[in-house]
């Protein structure tokens, strides 16, 4: 630790029950003029009661118009080590799946041409280096494409799409999650490196209605693995669980959100056109409980942190699709999406807002979406979807 | 196209360069405003580009506040020696 550091009120940040951002970044302050300067600038923040970071909105390297956070301090003489403070945000593979050596070049380069910190892993997914200078910008980008690397989304553009770690350890996974999150990369790399819409959308691809990306509460564009068909019952397991002294009926039974599992005795009944795939039994009985045979995913639109409007979820619009590879259906609806958007949306309008601003009928009508029941609301209440042939059979009647 | 890449990069940088310092101008108003001049001769993906070409050559870059936009090179105010 730097010998002159004096940071009581960040200090006291260490002392909860959790670790601490401090903790790691002071371990490095002593090697790292940076690091030290960044908890001393903090440190003044939080004395003085207001932030000293200037939005630095033209750097990056050439070519891209994403990737890289722009920061400088409002002090820099004061706090020299920080007076550039960009991010670079690298496109991180598929689930997270990393070997040492990966990781390993990836913090070289980073000590070498930044402050060593990192943020594993930001919001969207993407490994974020934090902290280094403008001229350190390109030289960091082609070390890292050296070494196979590419940086991430950030801006008016498709974010790094993220995705859970699927099928490579998760017997839940509907589909691929890995093939699909890595063939949206390629598939859309302008999208990523050069911004070109009204705002951010963001991807996130979740194997199970588990969903451990958070897709349907933080994505633009949620693809959650599902399947059509019945869930498959191992009654031989089921009756293990009961031996086992499990309270079935208070764990699983009485906690299904539709009362669609009946049990009796050592036999498990499953009424799966009453099921809404919450997942709760099978994470309670994976033994004895799986998902289906006829696998895919659903679709939701829109959800959002509160930036401008509040935070959205995402609504279904695709309750089902199939998901092999070459994905052709999923790129044409993409598209479709992002030209409907494009063209009509406002400047750092979200699709979810877009949505609701031209209404759900005319979005699913200009995009070539079926409505579906889901997007019904309230029995009995308007429903987002006009129905025309009913309104031009009323109108003929009373012409009559 | 009767319109080619190279003559829409031009006239987009025109745009570019005529609102420097007035307005921040995004991938789409350089989308909309060649679709307004050249109609059905140029689509999106010959507008795209363009873009990518003022891009790639340097006469353009990214800018980011609150939204992306295309700019011309500089050194912006905010930013420390």
């Keep these: 630790m730097a010998d002159d550091l004096k940071i009581p009120l960040l200090e006291e940040l260490e002392k909860g029950p959790w670790p601490s951002f401090v903790t790691d970044i002071k371990s490095v302050a002593g090697k790292s003029e940076m690091a030290a300067d960044l908890l001393r600038q903090l440190e003044k923040s939080y004395e003085d009661k207001r932030g000293y970071w200037k939005h630095g909105g033209l750097v990056g390297v050439r070519g891209y118009g994403g990737g890289v956070i722009g920061r400088y301090s409002a002090l820099p003489e004061e706090f020299p ?52 200078r403008t001229e350190e910008l390109e030289p960091t980008f082609l070390a890292l494409t050296q070494k196979g ?59 199970c209605p588990n969903d451990c990306t958070a897709a349907i509460a933080r994505s633009d564009m949620a693809i959650i693995g599902i399947w059509k068909d019945d869930i498959k019952v191992n009654q031989e397991e089921f009756a293990k669980y009961v031996d086992s002294g499990m309270d079935v009926q208070g764990i699983v039974v009485d906690m299904c959100p539709t009362s669609c599992i009946s049990v009796d005795g050592k036999t498990i009944d499953i009424d799966d056109s009453n099921c809404v795939k919450c997942m709760h039994c099978i994470n309670k009985m994976p033994k004895a409980l799986a998902v289906g045979d006829e696998k895919g995913a659903a679709i939701a639109l829109g959800a959002k942190a509160p930036i401008v409007d509040g935070a959205l979820f ?51 009508e200009e995009v070539g979406l079926d409505p579906i029941p889901q997007m019904v609301t309230h029995p009995r209440e308007n429903p987002y979807i006009f129905y025309e042939e009913y309104f031009a059979e009323e109108g003929e009647g009373s012409e009559e | 196209m009767a319109v080619s890449v190279e003559q829409l990069a031009d006239e987009m940088f025109a745009i570019v360069e005529e609102s420097a310092g007035k307005r921040k101008l995004k991938a789409g108003d350089l989308q909309k405003a060649m679709a307004a001049k050249h109609g059905d001769e140029v689509s999106r993906k010959d507008v795209k580009a363009g ?8 006469r353009c870059v990214y800018g980011y506040f609150g939204g992306s936009s295309i700019e011309l090179p500089r050194t912006e105010g905010a930013a420390n020696e």
Excluded at chain 1, 97 to 123: K, R
Excluded at chain 1, 165 to 173: F, L, N, Q, S, T
Aim: with cysteine; charged share 25%; net charge negative.
């Design chain 1, 81 to 132: 080590g920080v007076s550039h403070f960009h991010t670079v945000r690298v496109n991180q593979p598929s689930g997270w799946v990393y070997t040492a050596d990966a990781l390993n070049g990836i913090m070289d380069i980073w000590d070498e041409h930044g402050s060593g910190l990192t943020n594993m892993h930001g919001s969207t997914g993407d490994m974020v280096l934090l902290g280094t």
């Design chain 1, 149 to 207: 690397w590419d940086l991430g989304g950030s801006g008016s553009d498709m974010r790094t799409p993220s995705c859970c770690i699927g099928p490579a350890r998760c017997e839940y996974a509907c589909f691929d999650t890995l093939a699909l999150t890595y063939n949206l990369t390629q598939e859309y790399q302008d999208e990523l490196h050069r911004p070109m819409f009204n705002y951010k959308f963001k991807i996130k691809v979740s194997g």
């Design chain 1, 314 to 364: 995402g609504s279904i619009m695709v309750p089902f699709i199939e998901l092999e590879e070459p994905y052709e259906e999923l790129h044409d609806l993409i598209e479709r999406i992002w030209e409907f958007w494009d063209e009509h949306g406002k400047a750092r309008e979200r699709i979810g807002e877009f949505i609701e601003r031209v209404t759900l009928a005319r979005f699913c």
């Design chain 2, 51 to 58: 873009i990518k070409l003022l891009i790639d050559s340097g």
